[in-house]
């Protein structure tokens, strides 16, 4: 799957989430949200990525943007990694995969000549009215969320004008 195009509507979803709770995407309507796929938590590049997100929490949500963090990892580890890392937003648990699989997530991966499926380290920011403003694939973690952040003061600064 080729995954979703800049322009397109984001996918609806309704998954739980860290502390029990569920999240979905028809309580952030009206409101941008940052999306972004991880492949599990507790690993090295996750947790660079998880808390480099963390750091910039507090100016996503001044920007008015939400941040959700999405694996296919269960809730109870998403409980010990949010609590491990003091994660400040929401860690949805996709673990049958018809999130990931909705964004273009789930790829085909290679690690020393074996071939798996895997999650795409990928981020998604999706406008107020639904659709995707910005699709980051193939995520490399240094400088990434500097560059999600100012995608996202962007699009806060343009539903200011």
């Known amino acids: 799957m080729s995954g979703i195009a800049e322009g397109s509507t984001a996918p609806s979803f309704d998954l739980p989430r860290d502390g029990g709770g569920r999240i979905r995407s028809a309580d952030l309507q ?35 943007v939400e941040v959700i963090g ?40 290679s690690m020393y000549g074996r071939k798996y499926m895997g999650i795409d380290r990928s981020t998604f920011l999706v406008g107020p009215d639904g659709r995707i403003v910005k699709a980051w694939r193939r995520v490399s973690v240094p400088g990434h969320v500097e560059e999600v952040l100012a995608a996202a003061k962007v699009l806060a600064d343009k539903a200011a004008a």
């Open 30 to 64: 009206g409101r941008p949200y940052v999306v972004y796929f991880y492949p599990k938590d507790d690993t090295s590049g996750c947790t660079k990525e998880a808390i480099g997100f963390a750091a910039a929490y507090d100016q996503f949500r001044t920007a008015g």
């Open 70 to 109: 999405v694996s296919k990892d269960g809730v109870a580890s998403h409980d010990r990694f949010k609590a491990k890392h003091g994660l400040p937003f929401p860690l949805a648990s996709d673990e049958t995969g018809s999130l990931v699989e909705a964004y273009g997530a789930w790829v085909e991966k």
